[in-house]
T-cell receptor, first 115, second 116 residues
Framework: EAGVAQSPRYKIIEKRQSVAFWCNPI?????LYWYQQILGQGPKLLIQ????????DSQLPKDRFSAERLKGVDSTLKIQPAKLEDSAVYLC?????????????FGAGSRLTVL | AQSVTQLGSHVSVSEGALVLLRCNYS??????LFWYVQYPNQGLQLLLK??????LVKGINGFEAEFKKSETSFHLTKPSAHMSDAAEYFC??????????????FGTGTQLKVEL
């Protein structure tokens, strides 16, 4: 099966600019996640969707980050305006549903550098 | 709340030697536990998972892990390291059977170096 697709793979912007990342999950996976991985740290959950609804966005900095999954398939994560500390790899993952035993499958990630 | 502690941010072994990567978890409910591997510039790939069946779990590439409730540990081992095992390894926990869903909380990772 095709994996989780993410684009762009790399993005360099200046602080206060905006950026958007796109994710296409595995076909049939109802649950989609965005994780932020800062260099030297483990991934941290930003937001979790079940179909087109938000399950958990408690760790999303809502003053600058937004995410949507309008049709329950693709998702977009936006940062506006970006700060230096947003430099990280943004990982998208998907799973069949929210059952605890379901495995998350990760995309290759989008690496953001904020100058 | 749940958390994961990985002891040792960097581990170095000789090729052919035993690999032992440590993971301790904290969870107020029976957990599900996972090990993922990340190669440079790639996403995370599942190595193995514990979901309350057998306490000794075998994964891909010869890795295995043992769930020890009394020690709240889920250490990852491989009898003989290969150069291709050099990567970063992450332990993760989810809330398992409580219906808390499968959001993963990750440790900070252990970078494994394999030397000739």
């Amino acid at each position: 099966e095709a994996g989780v697709a993410q684009s762009p793979r790399y993005k360099i912007i200046e602080k206060r600019q905006s950026v958007a990342f796109w994710c296409n999950p595995i076909s049939g996976h109802a649950t989609l996640y965005w994780y932020q991985q800062i260099l030297g740290q483990g991934p941290k959950l930003l937001i979790q969707f079940q179909n087109n609804g938000v399950v958990d966005d408690s760790q999303l900095p809502k003053d600058r980050f937004s995410a949507e999954r309008l049709k329950g398939v693709d998702s977009t994560l936006k940062i506006q305006p970006a700060k230096l500390e947003d430099s990280a790899v943004y990982l998208c993952a998907s799973s069949l549903d929210t059952s605890g035993a379901n495995v998350l499958t990760f995309g290759a990630g989008s690496r953001l550098t904020v100058l | 709340a749940q958390s994961v502690t990985q002891l040792g941010s960097h581990v170095s072994v000789s090729e052919g030697a035993l690999v032992l990567l440590r993971c301790n978890y904290s969870s107020s409910v029976p957990p599900y536990l996972f090990w993922y591997v990340q190669y440079p510039n790639q996403g995370l790939q599942l190595l193995l998972k514990y979901t309350s069946a057998a306490t000794l779990v075998k994964g891909i590439n010869g890795f295995e892990a043992e769930f020890k409730k009394s020690e709240t540990s889920f250490h990852l081992t491989k009898p003989s390291a290969h150069m291709s095992d050099a990567a970063e390894y992450f332990c993760a926990v989810s809330e398992g059977l409580t219906g808390g869903g499968n959001k993963l909380t990750f440790g900070t990772g252990t970078q494994l170096k394999v030397e000739l």
